[in-house]
């Protein structure tokens, strides 16, 4: 067997293949009629295994230089030895993805309850394309370079498409992406045009656009089309690092808490990867509590954990009710619906390895709903980094399980900010101004503003006088 291998999850199954090959699922299950999802896993007996966390700090003395300072430059590949699926160096596809930013946010820790140095922001819209997608391109990228991939494809709520654009054009391969009618913000859409990606807009919601794209990568294999979504296991061993860099940014201490927002659920499958690894391999002691925090309109794995109490239950979860609930869905004609763009997905692909997570992590799911989503996104912004509006689901979590009790003041809170503000300036127009963008270019009525901390712009007139009376007083200091 090779290092590197990929892996059937289901643990009547556990076949395993070479990374050499391209799948989205187990083809041992598929033949028995299941679906099964695929690990990539590493015989570590085999690899070069550093001995500490803080072998990876010496890979910032590099700068930059030559082929092995281009690695370390990038935040994915600085700890490459933690996903060393690839043959060479060579094949690694990075545009300098993963250099992000740890924040402590002391400002936005009183407004949730936090004590001061104890809240983080992890803000991954400091990536090329502008969210976290980029961390796991970069490793399906290579893999798809690795087998000699070049056409890629996936469906997508926005970010997904802006980040395999941009990889797509770097890496000089067709890049094809899926969106559904009316569910992508302009600010993503804008950016998979802008990179040349073939862009087909499906009559349908994220749920059936990746159906359609799963079948032109599986069934019509003619076509040579690699599927970029996170249902590839490459793609979260990428997003496996965004652990790595919070773990970095804090010296190496693990904290008490993860937060992250729920959609696809491929970050939070990967951070419980993440974090098993590190244990298995006796690099850290101890692992943090992870929270998911999905919208009320994009729920599921809400649904199904805290209301039907499905578990991972060592790999053998109850499959009769997921698909049961599901079901359920499609006779009731239910699509996700939210504010939240980048997590409105109803039939998570990484359901599955996202119960993995919770369990790994002694974990807990939460829901809150689209006004909630707004007054934290603005919230951020205010205290800390603007973010897209699904991004500040975590921040609204971590207050709600401060309320709860669940997480203390004394805990330390990582937060995932998973996109740009830029990536749905819609959004943030509409709740500082109560306009609606999209409504005003159709020449439709104006709102009000409804915000709690709304910003709306102040009209003056062309006149000194009046200008000087909005500016205001200087405030009193002492």
């Not at 244990?279 to 805290?306: F, M, S, T, W």
């Not at 709903?369 to 603007?386: C, K, N, Q, S, W």
């Not at 300036?425 to 020449?443: C, F, L, N, R, W």
């Amino acid at each position: 067997m090779q290092h590197a291998y990929q892996q059937c999850i289901n643990p009547d199954c556990n076949a395993t293949f070479g990374t050499d090959e391209v799948h989205v699922s187990c083809p041992t299950c598929s033949a028995k009629g299941v679906s099964s999802l695929l690990d990539i896993r590493y015989d570590w007996s085999k690899l070069p295994v550093p001995k500490s966390l803080a072998h990876f700090e010496s890979r910032w003395a590099t700068k930059g230089r030559g082929d092995t300072g281009k690695l370390d430059f990038s935040g994915i590949w600085r700890f490459r030895d933690l996903l060393p699926f690839y043959n060479n160096e060579s094949d690694i596809v990075t545009v300098g993805e993963g250099r992000t930013l740890l924040q402590s946010a002391d400002l936005l820790a009183k407004q949730i309850g936090v004590d001061a140095g104890n809240l983080f922001l992890q803000y991954e819209g400091l990536n090329p394309s502008g969210s976290f997608k980029d961390n796991g391109m970069t490793a399906a990228f290579t893999h798809a370079k690795m087998v000699g991939a070049s056409r890629v494809a996936c469906a997508s709520t926005g970010n997904t498409s802006a980040s395999l654009a941009l990889f797509a054009a770097h890496a000089e391969m067709v890049g094809i992406v899926f969106i559904g009618s009316g569910k992508i913000a302009y600010g993503k859409l804008s950016q998979a045009l802008d990179y040349g990606a073939r862009t087909l807009q499906i009559q349908g919601d994220f749920d059936a656009c990746l159906h359609r794209v799963k079948q032109i990568a599986t069934e019509n294999k003619e076509l040579g089309i690699y599927l970029m979504n996170s249902v590839n296991p490459f793609r979260l061993e990428g997003q496996k690092s965004i652990m790595f860099r919070v773990l970095e940014s804090l010296n190496w201490e693990i904290p008490d808490w993860i937060v992250v927002p729920g959609g696809n659920l491929g970050n939070c499958s990967a951070f419980g990867k993440a974090f098993m690894e590190l244990k298995e391999l006796g690099l850290i002691d101890r692992i943090p509590r992870l929270a998911v925090i999905q919208a009320a309109g994009a729920n599921p794995l809400h649904v199904l954990y805290n209301e039907k109490g499905i578990r991972w239950n060592d790999g053998r979860p109850d499959h009769a009710t997921i698909n049961a609930f599901y079901k359920q869905m499609d006779d009731d004609n239910y699509h996700a619906q939210t504010v939240a763009s980048a997590i409105e997905i109803g039939r998570p692909v990484n359901l599955i390895k996202s119960l993995r997570a919770l369990d790994v992590m002694d974990g807990v799911v939460r829901q809150v709903d689209d006004p909630t989503i707004l007054e934290y996104r603005a919230m951020v912004a205010r205290y800390g980094f603007g973010c897209e509006p699904a991004s500040a689901a975590s921040v609204a979590g971590a207050h709600m399980l401060r309320k709860e009790g669940l997480i203390s003041a004394s805990d330390k809170v990582v937060c995932i900010l998973t996109g740009h503000e830029l990536k749905d300036p819609d959004a943030t127009v509409k709740y500082h101004t109560g306009i609606d963008m999209k409504a005003v270019q159709e020449s439709a009525p104006r709102s009000e503003p409804k915000g709690c901390i709304a910003n709306k712009p102040i009209p003056v007139a062309d006149d000194l006088d009046a200008i000087i009376a909005a500016i205001g007083a200087p405030a009193q200091v002492g």
